[in-house]
C-alpha cells in the first residue's frame, strides 16, 4: 500500500467561527425578544481527558460536543467564553507543566490557540476571573450563560462549566442550551460538507466491507475491515458508535456489537448480514446501515424483506422536505413495511387496521431515524414542553418535529424478526389475526434488515448523502466483484454546499 | 482477503479460576500469620459502562482489571464475592429489562454466567445482602475484603465496591489491595501464555507497518496497519495503550500519538520511526517500540544511536534473572547508551563520572520497563512503603523491586534529542564538559529510537516474548521485502507455558 492517493480536505476552522456568530446571533434576539440587557458571556467548559479507573491508562479524548461545535478544540482541560455584545470570543488554555514537554509534546504558546481557533483571545484557565472581569464593562457580577439542559436520547443533563471562582459571576442555567441546541438542529453547509466527507469514506468502506465478507470469517473481521479503510484513507481516527457487524439471528438485536454482545459470530452460508457503522471526520459523524446476504446472492425470502425495506426507505426519502413531519414519515416507513409483508404472504388483512393496533412496531421497535451531527444522536429531537408519542413504535422515535430546511437525519426502517415481540403478537386477541404464523415462522432465526442513511432536507425535498449500493442487482454485483466507485464530493466551503 | 488462517485460541475460564485460587490461598496465609479468623469474603465491584458527556453515546465497555484478574467478565455492571473460607465464588449480575432483548441482545440466565465464568454461584445485583448473609456462618455482620490502595503509576486509588446495604457488613480497606496486587505481579503459566499471544500477533503487526512504511504516508496510516492486522488476523478489539507513531522529531515525544499531538505528520525521507504499539487479547496486553529508518535504510548516525539502544536492550536482558535489581538494569542500561554515545564522538570524558551527574536522563529521561499483564503499566511497582528513587532518570522508574521469578517487565531503552533536557545539560557546568555541542548539534532533529521487549523473568535469566526484527540489517532486510515469519507459540495450557 503506497502513500494515500488523494490528500484529505482541510476543514477550515471558519466552519467553527460561523457557528458561534450564529449562536450569538440567535442569543441576541432571544435576549431582545425578552427584553432582556444584551450582554453576558456564553460560558463553556470542554472535555478533559479520563483515566480508565484507577490506572494511569488514558482513553484517546475526545471533546465534549457542544464545545466542539463552537470551538472546534481538539486538546483536552479548555475553556470557552463568547462575549454577546462584542461577539468575541476567548479560549482559556490548560497551563501544562514543563514535564509535559518531555512527555506529551511541544507546549505550545497562546497565541499557536489563538490563531488556529481563530479566536480573539487566548489566556490560561487559572485566568478566568480575572480576564472575564476585566473585559466586562457593564456590571460588578458578570453574567454567564451556562450549559444546563436535558439531552432527551440519554435523559441526562449537561453538565454546566465548573471553575474556581464562578461564585463572582451570575448565573443563567436556562437560557443557553435550548437556543445552542436549535443552532446544532440546522447545518451550515461547512457543517453539511463534513458530513459528505464522512459519508463519502463511510459509503466506500462499506463496499470494501461487501466486496471482501465471505462465509466462514468472523464478524469482527468485517468491522477491522470498515474501520482500517476509513482511518488509513479517511483519516477517521474515531467512529460515530461502536460498530454494529450482525450476521444471521444478530441481525435482530438492534444494538449488537457492544462488549457483552461482541462481533464475534462465524458468517454463515444463508446469513443476511446487518453492519451499521459511520465514521467520524472532524467532529462530524455518519451513520449508515448496510444489509446483505453474506454468500452474496439473495433467497427470496431475503430479497422479500430486503424490498419491503428498500420500499420504506425510498419512500420516505421521496415525500420529505420541510414542513413534513416525521411522525408522519415513521408512519409511512411502517406501512411500506406492511403492506409488502401482506404482499409477500407474511400478514393478512386490512394494513390500516394493522396500522390501528400498532403492528408495524412488531416488525420495526425502533424509530425511523434521528438528528445526525457531532453526535450520532443529535440533540433537539424535542423541543421543551414537547411530549414523546406513547404509542409502541413511535414512542422510540427521537424527534416528532416537523422538518426543516438544513436539518440532517437518518432514515434507517427496518424488518425484524423479534421472538421477544413476536411471540405476544402472535399470542394477542388483537394482533394474531393478521399473521399468518406458518409463513412467519419460516423467518425465525433470519434476524433481520435495515437499511439507513443520512440525508438532508432542503425547502422543497431532500439530499441523500450516503452513496451505498441499495438495489438487490447493485448488491449482488458487487459483491461479486464490480466496480462501485464513490465520487467524493470535495469540499468548496467558499462555494457552499452543493 | 478470506477467512482468517488461523483460527484463535481459546482462552480457558481456568486461567481465572486459578487466579482466584492463588488469591485466597494468599489471603488464607496472611490472616494466619496475623493471627486474624480465616473467612470473610473478598468483593469486588466489576466496571460500569459510561456515557460520552451527557450523551448517549456509549464508550466500549472494558472490564476494570483487577475484577478482570479474578473473574475475566467481559459484561458490565457486575459484582463478584470470594469466600475465604470455602473458596467458593459467586457473581452477580445486574438484572436487565424486557427492552434489554430488542436493543441490546439475549437476556442471558444466571446459569449462564455460572457455567461461563466457572463460579460456584449466580445471583442478581440486588440479592448481594440476602445471599452474602445466608452463606456466611461465621458472624452476625459479614466481613468484606474491599479493595482499596493506590496506584503508584496514576497516583489514584482504587475505588472500593459500593452497593444499597453495605452498611450491613464490616469492611477490611487495607488487607486486600497489596495482596491481590502481588498475585498480579506473578504471571502464572497461563496468564504467560496469553501475554505471549498477545506479543505474537503484534509483533507480526510491527513487522507488517515496517514493509509498508513508505515516505509521503501518514503517520496514522501506520497505526491503522496496525490496528487492522492485530483486529483482523488476532480479535484484538483494543489496544494496551493509543498507539504512539512518531516520526522525525515527533520520536522524542515520549508519550505522542494522543489528541493534542495525533499520528498525523507526513514520513520524510531521512526520518527515523519510532513506533510504541501493543495489543490485547483476552485482558492482557503487550507493549512493543520498534524503531527504523522510513525509508528502509540506516545512516551513520541512525545507526549509531539505533545500536547504542540495541546495545542497551541486550545488555539488560542478558544479565536480567530472578534476584536483579531493576534499579541495577536501568544503570546498566544508561551505562550502554553512554558509552556507545562516547564511542560515535558525541560525549567526552569518564562515564562513571557522567553516571554520577546523571547524565543518563538526560538522553533517556524515562525508566527502563514497567510491569505488563492486565494493564500496560501493570501494578505492583513499589510495595507499600517502598520510597522512589530521588534522581533524575532514576525516579522515572516504575518500579526499584528485585526481579522474580513470573514478573514479565518491558525493557525499553532509549535515546533521545530532546531540547528541554540537552539545553540545560549544554549550561550546566556540572555536564557540560561531557558534551561534545558541535557532534550533537547534528543531531537537532533526530528525535529519538526506543527499542521496547516484553520479557518474562525465570530463576536463571530471562526470556523475551517479543519477535520483532531488532539487528539492523534484519530490519532493512525486512523492510527490502525479506520474509519474517513469527512462529506463533501455541497456547498449551495443560502443559504449561514454555
Ligand atoms: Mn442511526
Ligand atoms: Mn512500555
Redesign the interface.
Known amino acids: ?4 492517493s488523494s490528500p484529505l480536505p482541510e476543514v477550515p476552522m471558519e466552519l467553527h467561527v460561523a457557528n458561534r456568530v450564529k449562536l450569538v446571533e440567535s442569543l441576541r434576539q432571544h435576549l431582545s425578544l425578552s427584553s432582556r440587557p444584551v450582554h453576558g458571556y456564553v460560558f463553556l467548559q470542554g ?1 478533559e ?1 479520563k ?15 457542544y464545545f466542539a461545535y463552537l470551538f472546534g478544540v ?3 482541560g479548555f475553556y470557552g467564553a463568547i462575549d454577546i455584545a462584542t461577539g468575541n470570543s476567548t479560549l482559556f488554555a490548560p497551563r501544562l507543566s ?1 514535564e509535559y ?6 507546549i505550545k504558546p497562546l497565541t499557536y490557540f489563538k490563531d488556529r481557533y481563530m479566536v480573539s483571545m487566548a489566556f490560561y484557565t487559572d485566568e478566568i476571573v480575572k480576564v472575564l472581569h476585566e473585559q466586562c464593562q457593564q456590571s460588578e457580577q458578570p453574567l454567564l450563560f451556562l450549559l444546563h439542559g436535558l ?1 432527551t ?2 435523559n ?4 454546566p462549566a465548573e471553575f474556581e471562582g464562578i461564585e463572582k459571576f451570575e448565573a443563567d442555567l436556562g437560557s443557553l442550551h435550548p437556543i445552542l441546541t436549535e443552532c446544532r438542529v440546522l447545518k451550515t453547509d461547512m457543517e453539511l460538507a463534513v458530513i459528505q466527507f464522512a459519508n463519502d469514506i463511510s459509503s466506500e468502506a462499506h463496499v470494501e466491507v461487501m466486496k ?1 465478507a ?5 464478524e ?2 468485517l ?3 470498515f ?2 479503510h476509513t ?2 484513507f479517511g ?1 477517521c ?1 474515531h467512529c460515530s ?2 460498530c454494529i457487524c450482525a450476521t444471521g439471528e ?1 441481525s435482530s ?4 456489537g ?5 462481533n ?1 459470530r462465524t458468517l454463515q452460508d444463508g446469513d443476511m448480514a446487518l453492519f451499521d457503522m459511520g465514521a467520524e471526520f472532524n467532529f462530524y459523524g455518519s451513520d449508515i446501515t448496510c444489509s446483505f446476504p453474506v454468500n452474496g446472492k439473495f433467497t427470496s425470502e431475503q430479497r422479500l424483506i430486503y424490498n419491503a425495506v428498500l420500499d420504506a426507505h425510498n419512500a420516505v426519502i421521496s415525500t420529505m422536505k420541510s414542513g413534513v413531519s416525521w411522525v408522519d414519515m415513521h408512519i409511512l416507513a411502517e406501512k411500506t413495511v406492511l403492506e409488502a409483508l401482506k404482499q409477500g404472504g407474511l400478514l393478512v388483512g386490512d394494513v390500516d387496521n394493522m396500522m390501528i393496533e400498532r403492528l408495524g412496531a412488531v416488525f420495526m ?1 425502533h424509530g425511523l431515524g434521528h438528528f445526525l451531527g457531532i ?3 443529535d ?1 433537539g429531537g424535542y423541543l421543551k414542553g414537547a411530549e414523546r408519542p406513547k404509542e409502541p413504535g413511535l414512542r422510540a422515535i427521537r424527534t416528532s418535529r416537523e422538518l426543516l430546511e438544513g436539518m440532517v437525519i437518518t432514515v434507517e426502517p427496518g424488518c425484524y424478526f ?1 421472538d ?2 413476536l411471540v405476544p403478537a402472535m399470542e394477542s386477541s388483537r394482533t394474531s389475526k393478521f399473521l399468518k404464523s406458518e409463513e412467519i415462522s419460516k423467518f425465525r432465526g433470519f434476524g433481520g434488515v435495515r437499511i439507513e442513511s443520512d440525508v438532508y432536507v432542503t425547502s422543497n425535498g431532500c439530499v441523500n448523502m450516503t452513496k451505498c449500493p441499495r438495489e438487490v442487482h447493485d448488491i449482488e454485483a458487487v459483491m461479486a466483484g464490480a466496480p462501485w466507485p464513490i465520487k467524493k464530493t470535495s469540499i468548496h466551503f467558499e462555494a457552499g454546499y452543493s
Chains 1, 2 share one sequence.
Open positions: 500500500m503506497a502513500a494515500s472535555g481527558e483515566n480508565r479507573y484507577c490506572t494511569d491508562h488514558v482513553e484517546l479524548f475526545r471533546q465534549e460536543s481538539r486538546e483536552p514543563q514537554a518531555v512527555w506529551l509534546g511541544e439531552n436520547d440519554s441526562l443533563f449537561s453538565k471482501k465471505r462465509v466462514g470469517m468472523k469482527y473481521q468491522e477491522s475491515i474501520l482500517h482511518y488509513m483519516g481516527r458508535y461502536t444478530n438485536v438492534l444494538h449488537y457492544h462488549a457483552a454482545a461482541p464475534e421497535p453526535d450520532t444522536h440533540p423479534i421477544a415481540l
